[in-house]
């Protein structure tokens, strides 16, 4: 069965500093990988995804994800934090060829500090 | 385009209460359909998911149930409230077809006093 692992269950950074979160999978084959963000009180949405391909994904609001084969990673980065993107970040798996439901990390809070 | 939505949106309820949480799905058809359960500073524990009217599978044994009378329509249940089932609860949907990407609502959060 699948894993995913969220090392950071909190990040502080500074408004405008860059942004590196952190997710670590485990899986014999190849995974389909998401990101998603969960504003407080709200449901989650969807960041960005990885199926195959380009191993460097971009999605919304100036997100980006490397998936890293030899690493087994998929880490979240932002060049430029701003303070709206406070919020809890969750890194899910999916099993290709497996059971269609996606494993979702234990999330990371990002605190932005001004 | 395709939306989903939850209600109510807050519920304050009493141990021994029943329980009632709606979901439904707009803009597509056969959508596989799953319940979640949020508790304060953890992550997502799946209850329940379905991948067609009638068909329900449970995640983790507990004194909630689910059902799917309607295609696009979930609803989540208890007959007794424990203090335990508080939290935020999250519906979500997937087109189905082994395509893993879900899309959430926008949650009910529940206090059980």
């Known amino acids: 069965a699948q894993s995913v692992t969220q090392p950071d269950i909190h990040i502080t950074v500074s408004e405008g500093a860059s942004l590196e979160l952190r997710c670590n999978y485990s899986?014999?084959?190849?995974?389909?990988l998401f990101w998603y963000v969960q504003s407080p009180g709200q449901g989650l949405q969807l960041l960005l995804k990885?199926?195959?391909?380009?191993?460097l994904v971009q999605g919304i609001k100036g997100f980006e994800a490397e998936f890293k084969r030899s690493q087994s990673s998929f880490n979240l980065r932002k060049p430029s934090v701003h303070w709206s993107d406070a919020a809890e970040y969750f890194c899910a798996v999916g099993a290709s060829g497996g059971s269609y439901i996606p494993t979702f990390g234990r999330g990371t809070s990002l605190i932005v500090h001004p | 385009s395709q939306t989903i939505h939850q209600w109510p949106a807050t519920l304050v309820q009493p141990v021994g209460s029943p329980l009632s949480l709606e979901c439904t799905v707009e803009g597509t058809s056969n959508p596989n359909l799953y319940w979640y359960r949020q508790a304060a500073g953890r992550g997502l524990q799946l209850l329940f998911y379905?991948?067609?009217?009638?068909?329900i599978s449970s995640e983790v044994p507990q004194n909630l149930s689910a059902s799917r009378p309607q295609d696009r329509q979930f609803i989540l249940s208890s007959k007794k409230l424990l203090l335990s089932d508080s939290g935020f609860y999250l519906c979500a949907w997937d087109p189905g077809q082994g395509s893993y990407e879900q899309y959430f609502g926008p949650g009910t959060r529940l206090t059980v006093t």
């Open positions: 990885y199926f195959s391909g380009d191993t």
């Open positions: 379905s991948v067609g009217i009638g068909q």
């Open positions: 899986y014999g084959a190849t995974p389909y």
